[in-house]
């Protein structure tokens, strides 16, 4: 018999189907054993009556156990419906088991109510934690995101290309970036494909990727990882830095769109309510964020700051999004287009989502001599980044672009408290899958 998925039963009502899958739950009551079964579509319930063939074998199944089963599909009697579970409405009547696997007792319960672990059992214990909807929720939600913004940047006509991991120089300043030997030589990870992407878009003109990228981020915090996905994206023949903000903004529209389409049941069960974006997102100078404040300007927003921020606009306008434009320019890399009114100031942007920084964008400078001036006055080895000025050499247009971090969407998307959890095999600087300090010197 060919495998029927747990979604499909629905459709075979009294009808007798093969599935196979977990077994998420075992209930023995006596005379009669229930299951929750579970295959990546669904889950159902089972029912192995008193005079089954398969009453015997039922008794030594636990949780996890794989199997495939045989059972003829009932309708559920009106007062056994549950409309709020998948399948509520029927019911497997198990005709035959075969175990295909084993588990052993499980270290913790995994049910749906009992689950219960702190951040660093549940990373962990990452290998079985998976396997809860919770989880899966999570997951589901991130690898939406992601292919929401591969989606629109296709949609929007932008290419898509692979960005190094291993590269000669560091594009965003020097401190968090770790060092690799590249046989007898010094190369680094990537800490974004700014110089890469810059360089492909002087060839295909919008280009995005969506790559790891790397930071030797030196503490511990709720909103820093060392390994992060990076949504980026590169733009040419931009008329100023608006293009790029409002192609930044049209682009989060369409992933909160898409959750909304694909995800509701994830997001139902996280209890996320997806973040407003008005019809304009409040964008404002680094100035008069500070003004708003009222507190005297700084070279940036420290966290506090941002999270107070995204509440005062939230209160005027409703809105969870803010850009934050016109950072000091020496602050920032020397890739930044500094505003040509006040130099000082930069056309870089950030987009705060719900007290977080999900994006940070910009107009770039594309202007060889302008390029170079600032090579100079930040101190680069012009040698280091010779393809990278190749490109702006020989003929770059206005251009601009932006990058999102996936897992602080997600994080900020379901109101998580730690990035670890947005992330499936989060690395921070205690911790690769097992924890550092637990490791011994082989
Ligand atoms: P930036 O350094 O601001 O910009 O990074 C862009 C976005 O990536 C995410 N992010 C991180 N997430 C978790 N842990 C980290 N350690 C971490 N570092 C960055 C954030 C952040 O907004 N080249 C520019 C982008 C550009 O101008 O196109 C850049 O890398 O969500």
């Known amino acids: 018999m060919e495998r029927t998925l747990i979604s499909e039963l629905g459709q075979k009502v009294g009808e007798v189907a093969l599935i196979k899958g977990w077994v998420s739950v075992r209930r023995d009551q006596g005379k009669m054993v229930f299951f929750d079964f579970r295959d990546r579509s669904s889950s159902v319930q089972g029912v192995v009556l008193p005079n089954s063939a398969a009453i015997e074998i039922a008794k030594e199944i636990r949780q996890e156990y794989v199997v495939s089963v045989e059972g003829k599909v009932n309708q559920r009697p009106e007062k056994n419906r549950n409309d709020k579970v998948q399948n509520g409405d029927i019911e497997l009547e198990v005709l035959q088991i075969t175990v295909l696997a084993k588990a052993e007792p499980l270290p913790f319960d995994m049910s749906l109510e009992g689950y219960n672990l702190e951040l660093t059992a549940e990373l962990d214990h990452r290998a079985l934690t998976l396997r809860h909807p919770r989880l899966q929720a999570i997951f589901k939600i991130q690898a939406t995101i992601i292919d929401s913004f591969r989606e629109y940047m296709k949609s929007q006509d932008f290419f898509e290309f692979q960005a190094p991991s291993i590269v000669p120089a560091v594009a965003e300043g020097g401190a968090e970036v770790f060092q690799v030997d590249y046989f007898d030589k010094k190369a680094y990870l990537s800490q974004s494909p700014q110089l890469y992407k810059q360089i492909v878009m002087t060839a295909f003109e919008r280009v995005f990727s969506v790559n790891k990228i790397f930071r030797a981020e030196p503490s511990a915090t709720t909103r820093h990882l060392t390994e992060v996905v990076s949504l980026d994206a590169e733009m040419g023949f931009i008329d100023s830095w608006h293009d790029v903000r409002d192609m930044s903004e049209a682009t989060v529209r369409h992933i909160l769109n898409e959750l909304g389409k694909k995800c509701a049941k994830e997001l139902e069960l996280m209890g996320a309510t997806l973040p407003q974006m008005i019809e304009n997102t409040p964008t404002l100078s680094l100035t008069e964020a500070f003004a708003k404040l009222q507190i005297p300007a700084d070279k940036d927003l420290n966290p506090e700051q941002e999270r107070k921020l995204c509440e005062v ?82 003929g770059a247009p206005p251009e601009g672009g932006f990058a999102f971090g996936s897992e602080r969407m997600t994080m900020q998307i379901l109101g998580l408290k730690n990035i670890r959890e947005a992330t499936m095999f989060p690395r921070d600087m205690n911790r690769i899958d097992g924890l550092l300090s637990q490791d011994t010197d082989e």
């Open 313 to 394: 606009i939230k209160e005027e306008t409703g809105s969870d999004f803010v850009y934050i434009y016109g950072y000091p320019t020496r602050q920032k890399p020397f890739y930044v287009y500094p505003n040509p009114e006040e130099p000082e100031f930069n056309e870089g942007m950030d987009l705060l989502c719900r007290g977080v920084e999900w994006l940070s964008g910009g107009r770039r400078i594309n202007d060889y001599a302008q390029l170079m001036e600032h090579v100079q006055k930040w101190e680069m080895d012009p040698q280091k980044i010779e393809m990278f000025l190749e490109a702006f050499r020989y």
